[in-house]
């Protein structure tokens, strides 16, 4: 069955750097569109970058764009997220999601499998 597990959260500084991980199995990754999304408490969840099955796009939600990277190793299975410049306005839930198609966007009704989060937290 498809298996999403994120790893690499933890407690940063502002200021500071965190790269989040994604192993995948159970399904064709090399051929998936991947994203990420976060979930504060007490706010919906909310996309955070994207990438197409190839690479070959990614798009990022403004308030990341310039210092969280996206960024997938097929032969690996693997989905990442270099995170930047941390604020404490990042912290939050992260979660790993799939769709099997190629292709998709920023919506989370898109992917339909989910993997459990890993919480980012930024505070000084």
């Known amino acids: 069955q498809v298996q999403l597990v994120e790893s690499g959260g933890g407690l940063a500084q502002p200021g500071g750097s965190l790269r989040l991980s994604c192993a995948a199995s159970?399904?064709?990754?090399?051929?998936?569109?991947m994203a990420w999304f976060r979930q504060a408490p007490g706010k919906e969840r909310e996309f955070v970058a994207r990438m197409y099955w190839s690479g070959s796009s990614t798009d990022y939600a403004d308030s990341v764009k310039g210092r969280f990277t996206i960024s997938r190793d097929n032969a690996k299975n693997t989905l990442y997220l270099q995170m930047n410049s941390l604020k404490p306005e990042d912290t939050a839930l992260y979660y790993c999601a799939m769709t099997r198609r190629i292709l998709a966007g920023q919506h989370s009704g898109e992917y339909p499998y989910w993997g459990q989060g890993t919480q980012v937290t930024v505070s000084s």
């Open positions: 159970g399904f064709t990754f090399s051929t998936s569109a």
